[in-house]
């Protein structure tokens, strides 16, 4: 039987853009060898698939062909084309010692059926093996060194980009701010996945380079991948990465949490849009007050899903009258408004003053953590610590350095942690009051309600709630009286208006606040609540002759 000859060529990969010229350049190699020496060519095999690994479909039917004895011979371009790993070479070995294949041709490589000519291809594919294992240790080292300089050593996760250039990740301009969205409305815990998935593509959001709507099962993932607060995590282990985070630890964080009590939040459609629906409860037995729409008429009710409740409905527009009543009270006039920002201006310095110090403070023990973590890399590098060991340390450091991180870029920021920018938020709020009382917005006055306190129950008819936080300021009477100084003093002259700001604001006897208020900051603690009426409050306090006595100013107002 005459030789005959199947012509095998392979690349690793069946990307367009890479290696693409491989196969036609083999076969244009082995054209040249099959011209020259006259070889009988039973049919030309290509193949695109990786060689280190057994399983190439076209490669084991080539040999299950050649077992047949369709042709007993193979003509490739080079030896690592034909196999990388040792099963393939073992195979082909295997059809060299029982006479099935009597030749194999190679441009590269002259191949004699002997002993020797058998061991020299044993030392071609063992080459081969050699190389592809030594490749993936390169590659796997490399990637472990990029992940340690900050870099993803993959393709960018959703809501970022590739930047080729740079080669390093960047947020992208349109995904990311959706991605942030969607941590920042899960953290709400009022959003089931299943409907933040259906918002997120209505806003337009799309994975891969052909831009297909994402998988359900992708929302899944990007709510529990560290990456978006930036630590990478690889192979189980967590690594500091160098790139623009689109979300804190603490929002990643309280998502973990919201992730683990399962919490969501039930929609239904058939309700009609009613900003004050939920929003307060029964004074008689707790349960829910909802709204209900009868004869053209809203009306809140209870939902009485607990037994018998005596409380009555109250209509839509007597609760509204009522909510803008509540808001009125903790409106704050804009006089006295700019008084107490111009006061808490100059508590800014002081305040930046700290903010620096916690700054340092924080850099140092970031240090001190650094330092820690290599020392356990070198404690691991010695074998003193098993892989579990180390992955479990290194992880609890570098989530607690990425903590300071956050810690440290909001001090950077000016983002205060004291009363002050709670103090500032307040006055604002207070002084857009007047302006949401007297919209027609209902939702604008059930987030200024929400955020007064809780506990807001409806009984005999009358909304009430419990004031949290400073908003507890609107009871006290200095807060009245703050505003009432501010309404005279729009009706007086600019000159008495001049000396009163010197007697109120600038200290001394004259000095009508409260003396909590007279040192060179806000009080840090709410001041008690004085019995008796504002008249007989301010009656004791000792004024001098020119300054005309608050009780006089109510009775002229």
């Known amino acids: 039987m005459g030789k005959r000859y199947f ?43 990786s060689a280190k690994h057994p399983g190439r479909p076209i490669f084991n039917s080539m040999l299950q062909r050649i077992e047949r004895g369709e042709a007993n011979g193979i003509i ?11 099963l393939d070479s073992g195979r082909i070995i295997h059809l060299v010692d029982t006479a099935k294949i009597a030749d194999l041709r190679f441009v590269t490589f002259r191949f004699e059926s002997n002993a020797q000519g058998k061991f020299m291809l044993m030392v071609m594919f063992g080459q081969s093996k050699y190389y592809v294992d030594n490749l993936s240790e390169n590659i796997r080292r490399g990637m472990k060194h990029k992940l340690r300089r900050g870099g993803w050593p993959s393709g960018a996760p959703i809501g970022y980009l590739n930047d080729r250039v740079a080669r390093q990740i960047i947020p992208h301009p349109v995904n990311g701010p959706i ?42 993932y990007a709510l529990q991948n560290p990456f978006y607060c930036g630590v990478m995590r690889y192979s189980g ?64 009710r209870c939902t009485k899903k607990r037994g018998r409740c005596q409380q009555r409905f109250l209509r839509a527009d007597k609760a509204t009258q009522q ?6 009270t903790c409106s704050m006039h804009p006089r006295t408004a700019e008084r107490l920002l111009a006061k808490m201006e100059s508590l800014l310095a002081s305040e930046r003053a700290e903010s620096q110090v916690e700054q340092a403070k924080v ?51 000016g983002k205060s942690v004291s009363w002050l920018e709670p103090m500032r938020r307040f006055v604002k709020a207070s002084v857009e009051g007047t302006s949401i009382a007297r919209s027609e917005d209902e939702r604008e006055k059930a987030e200024f309600v929400k955020n007064l306190g809780s506990n807001l129950t409806l009984r005999d008819q009358r909304l009430s709630w419990d004031r949290r936080g400073v908003w507890q300021l609107v009871e006290t009477s200095e807060f009245v009286w703050l505003k009432r100084v501010a309404c005279l003093g729009e009706e007086r002259s600019e000159r008495e208006r001049e000396e009163e700001d010197a007697g109120e ?6 000095n009508s606040r409260h003396p909590a208020c007279k040192a060179g900051a806000l009080p840090t603690e709410l001041p008690p609540r004085r019995g008796g009426s504002l008249r007989a409050a301010k009656a004791g306090r000792g004024r001098s002759d020119t300054t005309t006595p608050i009780a006089n100013r109510d009775s002229e107002s």
């Open 323 to 328: 909510i803008n009543e509540i808001i009125e």
């Open 505 to 510: 604001w600038s200290g001394g006897d004259s």
């Open 7 to 49: 012509v095998y060529a392979r690349k690793s990969t069946d990307d367009g853009h890479r290696q693409q010229r491989s196969i036609e350049d083999q076969l244009a190699e082995v054209k040249t060898l099959i011209e020259r020496d006259g070889l009988e060519v039973v049919e030309v095999l290509t193949e695109k698939q």
């Open 237 to 300: 282990e967590l690594y500091d990465g160098a790139y623009e985070p689109l979300v804190t630890q603490d929002l990643f964080e309280r998502c973990q949490r919201i992730r683990k009590q399962i919490g969501r939040a039930a929609y239904n459609k058939r309700f009609k849009p009613f900003a004050f629906r939920k929003l307060f409860k029964c004074g008689e037995c707790g349960c829910v007050v909802s709204m209900e729409t009868q004869k053209g008429h809203r009306y809140l």
């Open 363 to 413: 850099r140092d023990e970031m240090g001190v953590c650094d330092e820690r973590l290599a020392r356990v890399m070198l404690a691991y590098a010695a074998n003193d610590l098993s892989l579990d060991e180390f992955r479990g340390v290194k992880n609890q450091l570098i989530t607690e350095n990425r903590s300071r991180a956050d810690r440290l870029a909001a001090l950077a920021a």
């Open 76 to 86: 490739a371009w080079h030896p690592d084309r034909i196999a990388r790993n040792a």
């Open 179 to 220: 991605i942030r969205q969607l941590f920042e409305l899960y953290a709400t815990g009022k959003y089931s996945v299943r409907f933040l998935h259906q918002k997120i593509l209505d806003m337009g959001l799309t994975a891969g380079l052909r831009g297909r709507p994402i998988a359900l099962a992708k929302v899944h």
